[in-house]
């Protein structure tokens, strides 16, 4: 299991950066577009035969930038799609939506992440790799429910989800199974193919009816059918009014045609004239 810490340093010249180096799964699965940044957050994937555990934004207790601001940590798992790191992922996520246990990983993570060395910032891997609070948490193999679910992020939306991870295993979807962030839309979540989404721009007392892996591309072929329908009415008005205009002008030659053709008659008083001679 691959770890990556992003925080920064104290000085103007430490900025947000990662460590040992940005995580490649992050650059090709474009998974940072599912989240706000800005607000704690927690996305559980799965990319290419491996899994992706993100967890952003964990306030440090004491350090602090340049200008005062608290100083954030947010941490990546990476490893192998095998049983044992989903066991792993599933407690370490479960701890992340609890309100309760997230103040302890936030506080073990901040103990790993110090100020100093060459980015501003150094970091304990080790302390990382085998964090206590993990141990609290019992994860079972129940399979997975399949069934696509979106809701509001609240406390009791995260508690929920979390006894799911506890209880359940993942879907062996190929894609970011968990978001929980701040301000996503649920067309953006949906898009993705999330499995379970929590955002504050959810509308629902509580989980949504399930939505469809295919529900953009029916809406797609959808509006593409109405779309084809009402082309193909065009086309088929076109040709009534062509077909119409053809045989008025059939007419007017077929009348020009019969008027053409008869004897032409002379007037009545020639014809008078010539009888009485």
């Avoid at 180096?21 to 599912?34: A, D, F, M, N, T």
Wanted: with cysteine.
């Amino acid at each position: 299991m691959n770890i990556y810490v992003q925080s920064r340093g104290d000085a103007p010249d430490y900025d947000y950066c990662w460590q040992p180096e940005v995580p490649y799964i992050l650059k090709k699965s474009r998974i940072h577009e599912l989240i706000q940044s800005e607000s704690p957050s927690v996305i559980l994937a799965r990319f290419d035969g491996n899994l992706l555990l993100l967890v952003t934004s964990l306030e440090s207790s004491e350090r602090k930038d340049f200008q005062g601001r608290t100083i954030r940590n947010s941490v990546a798992w990476v490893g192998e799609d095998t049983e044992e790191n989903e066991t792993k992922l599933r407690a370490i996520a479960s701890c992340a939506l609890r309100d309760e246990l997230r103040e302890n990983l936030r506080a073990e993570i901040d103990h790993a992440v110090t100020l100093g060395g060459d980015y501003g910032f150094q970091v304990n891997f080790d302390m990382l790799t085998h964090l206590a609070i993990e141990e609290v948490i019992n994860v079972y193999d129940f399979p997975a429910n399949l069934d696509k679910k979106l809701g509001k992020n609240s406390k009791q939306q995260r508690d929920e989800l979390a006894y799911e991870l506890e209880q359940h295993q993942l879907p062996s979807d190929n894609a970011p199974l968990l978001v929980v962030t701040g301000i996503k839309s649920e067309s953006t979540l949906i898009q993705a193919g999330v499995w379970r989404g929590l955002s504050n721009l959810v509308q629902a007392g509580g989980w949504k009816d399930p939505y469809k892996k295919s529900y953009s591309s029916e809406k797609t072929i959808a509006n593409s059918n109405q779309k084809n329908q009402k082309n193909n009415n065009l086309v088929l008005l076109i040709l009534l009014l062509v077909g119409i205009a053809i045989a008025i002008l059939l007419l007017l030659l077929i009348a020009e045609t019969n008027l053409q053709s008869q004897p032409e008659l002379k007037p009545t008083s020639q014809y008078i004239s010539y009888c009485y001679k």
